[in-house]
């Protein structure tokens, strides 16, 4: 069976809308298995920020009277803010899903979607690859994409803004594209042009909305493709975008300021640019490192994901080795990835060692890195199937579909085997989100909602149902004691931190006395 290059049957269009609806609801599982609770404090945080928008323009939730005095809460992910607990990082993601969550009248329609996103993410990338390449590398890379690990884990865990953050680059960067390769002559063609530009200037500022802290690069990248394009698109025509994206980003910082107070938003240096400490702090917030380049790519991009990885390095090497022979579209597209990996590795994030998983030793798909460089895994998969295309047509030109089969099969399982099974895989967050969801209903029970919970790590379950903190100041717990009011200590079956709190607590006259225990939960109450 040979695939058209310039249109997809019936068919093959049903078969991707099957998978589109079915891949909804495997993006949706632990959403489906456990509602409203989330695996880490920026999940945690980020959905009760998209609900609170989505109930009212506000973000924040005020301290009782009688802990604010003691400067006691403080879950992760969390500033004070005066007499409130506010989320921190970047406001793009819960404002949007927040608007939607309103204009549904749904405040938990954020929860679902990242995996709506996540499909349109599909679809996007088989027009831009569609675009770049043609319909049969683009169908191929379209069902890829669905299983592409990263893209799979991050859209299952759907409270991080990176899966959002792609998709809006992947849609504007085909507009973009797209209004290279406009059909019309004269007016029409430019007329057509310009709205395909502004198009993308919209879906890239709202991608901006969503990672401000990605704009140099992306910047760039796009300058790149349109100096390669600049014979179809006119100056002006990307002024349009550029315009665009700066008005919407320029949105961004009233929104923050509107509802934090401040104008810009916090990490990756730029606070240092903002009080002109230094300039370079915001261009490479991580400074730079290449011992800690080469390893996190190693470990991250190549090892990691390499069934897809090393094919899709061999693509843009046959694209460099028959670079006279290709169309400019292709070489736009080639650019923008390779500017995006070098933006995300070289310059920023590769300079960075950072653990999400509390032993630093493992290198696992929870790690920062692999949702940070999202972009650059999905950019690479239709260079991987661009690849395995090519070598197919060199050497076993009849038996393409077999090869297709054969290459599909092996890209399932080695993506269900480190999605679901591997180091923080699918099945261990879901345990834990079970764990998290018991461990609210004990404390349910037992504890009132005005009391203090002490926490080492597990303030992502029961914030904001409980006040946590995750600081020991044993005075301040001693009086809240004296006055009346309830405290507690989860702990997360650390016999070491336990022997330690009680013989400091023992100094007080206050013990540690054990209400519950469930692996990996121990709940105490602190007693006179």
């Given amino acids: 069976m040979e695939y ?46 998209v609900e609170q928008l989505a109930r009212g323009f506000k973000l924040g939730i005020t301290i009782p009277e009688y802990l604010r005095e003691y400067q006691f809460i403080d879950p992760r992910a969390t500033f004070l803010r005066g007499p409130e607990v506010v989320q921190s990082g970047f406001l793009g993601m819960p404002l949007l899903y927040g608007l939607i969550g309103r204009a549904v009248r749904q405040a938990h329609a954020g929860w679902y979607l ?81 709205l395909y530009c502004a198009a993308a200037g919209i879906i890239l500022g709202l991608g901006l909305w969503v990672r401000p802290s990605e704009a140099v690069w992306l910047i760039v990248a796009i300058a790149a493709v349109w100096f390669v394009l600049r014979r179809s698109i006119k100056p002006w025509h990307a002024a349009v975008t550029l315009v665009i994206m700066g008005t919407l980003g320029a949105l961004y910082f009233v929104a923050q300021r509107a509802l934090l107070g401040a104008w810009l938003p916090g990490g990756y240096g730029v606070e240092a640019a903002a009080n002109g400490q230094n300039f370079l702090k915001f261009l490479v917030p991580f400074g730079f490192h290449p011992s800690a380049i080469v390893f996190n790519v190693y470990h991250y991009y190549v ?8 094919p899709a390095l061999c693509g843009l090497a046959l694209a460099v080795g028959r670079w006279k022979h290709e169309n ?21 994030y590769g300079n960075w060692m950072t653990y999400d998983n509390p032993n630093p030793a493992v290198v696992s798909i929870t790690n920062a890195h692999v949702r940070y460089w999202l972009p650059l895994f999905v950019l690479s998969v ?14 076993v030109r009849r038996a393409h579909i077999v090869v297709a089969v054969i290459a599909g099969a092996m890209i399932i399982f080695f993506s269900v085997l480190i999605v679901w099974q591997g180091q923080d895989g699918l ?36 914030f904001p149902q409980f006040w946590v903190s995750r600081r020991w100041d044993y005075d301040s717990i001693h009086r809240l004691l004296v006055e009346g009011h309830g405290v507690w200590y989860v702990n997360d079956n650390n016999q070491k ?23 990996p939960h121990v709940v105490y109450s602190v007693e006179q």
């Fill in 382 to 395: 239709p260079w991987m199937v661009f690849c395995l295309d090519t070598l197919t047509h060199w050497f």
């Fill in 427 to 462: 099945s261990g967050v879901l345990a834990s989100l079970k764990q998290g969801e018991h461990l609210q209903t004990v404390l349910e029970e037992r504890a009132k909602h005005d009391d203090l919970i002490l926490v080492d790590r597990e303030d992502k379950f029961i």
């Fill in 497 to 519: 931190r336990f022997i330690e709190e009680q013989a400091e607590l023992a100094q007080y006259g206050l013990r540690l006395e054990e209400k519950y225990f469930r692996a």
């Fill in 303 to 310: 090892r990691m994901f390499w069934w897809i990885t090393l």
């Fill in 4 to 49: 058209s290059h310039t249109r997809v049957g019936w068919k093959m269009s049903s078969l991707m809308i099957v998978a589109s609806v079915g891949f909804f609801y495997v993006y949706s599982y632990l959403t489906f298995q456990a509602p409203g609770i989330f695996n880490s404090p920026d999940e945690s945080m980020n959905a009760l920020a």
């Fill in 114 to 194: 990242t995996p709506l996103f996540a499909i349109l993410g599909a679809w996007g990338l088989y027009f831009l690859t569609k675009t770049a390449f043609h319909t049969r590398i683009a169908l191929f890379s379209f069902f890829v994409y669905l299983v592409t690990p990263a893209v799979w884990y991050y859209a299952t865990r759907g409270m991080f803004h990176n899966v959002l953050f792609t998709v809006f680059i992947i849609w504007g960067l085909y507009f973009f594209m797209r209004g290279a390769q406009g059909t019309h002559s004269g007016f029409a063609h430019r007329v057509c042009v310009l």
């Fill in 328 to 348: 400019h579209t292709r070489k736009a597209f080639f650019w923008f990835t390779l500017i995006t990996g070098l933006g995300l590795t070289v310059i920023i």
